[in-house]
């Protein structure tokens, strides 16, 4: 019953029954052999790729393929696959549920894993683009960036904290409101710093815009910029260099190891700042001509000229006590993990300056309408620009203290300077001041030699105030960009060199470098093909001859923005290990590169064109120290600064940018060439050629799968919310 059908069974070929012996199979031949079924096969028999070499590389995969990110197992770690679909060996015993079944064991107090900086494993997350730039606009509060200075305290010698009984645990956050570590913390202080020197720097062109506008771009707009350059450059020479560069991490070192948190480390540098720059600015006051002598040969011959720079410069001097205060002040705030404050009050001074100059173009007229030379200015105008000038540094100043009572910080004047530390930090400032020394002494010739080829040439925007303000312009994504990403992460930076973690100074060296790029690699070629419009849009109160010199600098400039972008984030990995001899040296060499490189476009290029090339030697010069400071930082970190993976960063960004630059500045020229260089001409110029360039730069870095500006695009999405 239910049997298969077993007619033929014992019968042979040909339905004969084979006497004696095994049952023959149908089909089989007269030795037994059965042949081959066509339809019956190994379902793994039929293997299309076989015959292919498994150990061969794709040549597509292997060119998208970024080994530096992720690199490849070292050989004989491979691992055969085991068999599959292979059922698990059967248990001795029965489970037991007191096994499957016990209590975890409870979560270790401290870290239980080795984690950078301290972080808790059971609190590190790792998240994407997205999620960070949709965390960053959560409006919420932000741990403190140096709570780890605190919780580091059981390796520092102090007596451990009794543990304090935990509260119930709270409920797990919704994923897209989870934190996001130290990136987002990170993200949003770069962000806040970013935005608040935009809007310096935006009130800093309209600041510059308005003096240009009232004085002209002849001897009189250099004397006033000599005058207000003054001050800057004795505060840099004197405390500027140690309190920017040395401070930080001496002001983080104090913060974890005082029982004060760092609290009367700070008043005593803070009085003994004040103090050292009271005597610097009596004694700047009293040689003002002298310096004016120093800056600027060829305005100290003239009589007026003199006269009137003088006078300025007896004005603007002060401002050097005031500069190291609101320095000092941030520097503080920057330690404690509030970075905005430093960035933002700087707009004050510039609303100040404009609102003091917009007063002297409504009582005198502009340049253009008065004709006002350095012989032809009132004393009044004079005392108007002058007082306006040391205004604006005061208000910056007195701004930053509300910031500072909010952390819990109280300023009392403190003068046992002896024994508490500040001797080690003025020998480490030391090489600083000589850093800055000689990058002053670099500024020095070219200011001799800007203003002298300026009054040679006669023509206007020629001299050092073109220079200025075509380096105010070239220096604007420097100062936003790259400068707001390290500020960020200087104290990161500065407790890996601390905790003696290369691997981690590297890395964000890296980071550091490539982030910036993504912005500075095509700004530079935008300056270099748009500098023409840009110059003619924002100077052309000045007339349209000074505002085309001021353009073919900025095109001169452009290029080296990429060096000195580099050059900046290099130093601080020197600055993270307090040594401030090597960035000493290298400046050495980058300031006398400069200088000679000027020098020798003074004596060989015409008058009107010399400046034109002292702004490009500004950028050779810091070519040639980038190769020199990335060779000594490679070897500080044990050979690797992660440099295959930065070189090819810029060159591709190089090879995006290219393309883009030659499209939008023919664009530019060419709209410039139908309908002028006015300020109609000159904005169609620079919205038609800079959205071409722009447009052209992502299309080709997209293409070439640029994973930095990939994640810049993702970045401007998770904002847009799309």
Known sequence: MNAPYDGDRGQGAGGAASPGGPPVPPGAGQDGSVPPDPYLQHAYEDDPYRAQDLAAQDPVGEALYDRAAHPPPPPGTYQEPGPLYQQPPAAPYAPDPRIWAQTPPPEPAGPSRHLPYGDRPATTQFVGVDALVTQASDDRQEPDAFAHLFRDQEGSGKPPVPPQPEPAPAPAPAPAKGGGGKVSGLLKSSALMAAGTLVSR????????????????????????????????????????GLNSVFVPQLVRAMKDDEDGGEAFANRLLTLVMVALGLIVAAAVLVAPVLIKLMSSTIADDVAANSVAVTFARYCLPTIFFMGVHVVMGQILNARGKFG??????????????????????????????????????????????????????????????????????????????????GKTVKLAKWTVLFVLANQAGVLVVTQLATAAGTASGHDGTGFLAYSNAQLIWGMPQAIITVSVMAALLPRISRAAHDNDPGAVRDDISQGLRNSAVAIVPVAFAFLALGLPMATLLYASSGTEAARSMGFILMAFALGLIPYSVQYVVLRGFYAYEDTRTPFYNTVIVAAVNAAASALCYVVLPARWAVVGMAFSYGLAYAVGVGVAWRRLRNRLGGDLDGAHIVRTYARLCMAAVPAALVGGAVGFGILELVGTGALGSLAALICGGVLLLGIFFVAAKKMRIEEVNGLVGMVRGRLGR
Do not use: C
Not at 213 to 227: P, Q, R, V
Not at 346 to 362: E, H, Q, S, Y
Not at 396 to 411: C, D, H, K, V, W
């Open 202 to 241: 935006l009130t800093g062109f309209v600041r510059s815009l308005v003096i240009t506008a009232a004085l002209g771009a002849a001897l009189l707009g250099d004397s006033f910029t000599i005058a207000y350059t003054l001050p800057t450059m004795i505060y840099i020479l004197t405390v500027g260099g």
């Open 341 to 422: 404050a430093m960035m933002w009050t700087p707009v004050l001074n510039n609303i100040v300056m404009i609102i003091t100059f917009g007063l002297f173009i409504w009582v005198y007229g502009t340049s253009a309408e008065s004709r006002m030379g350095v012989d032809t200015i009132p004393p009044e105008g004079v005392r108007l620009l002058g007082i306006g000038t040391l205004l604006g540094l005061v208000v910056q100043s007195l701004a930053m203290i509300p910031y500072l009572r909010e952390t819990g910080f109280r300023f009392r004047p403190r003068f046992d300077w002896k024994g508490h530390g500040l």
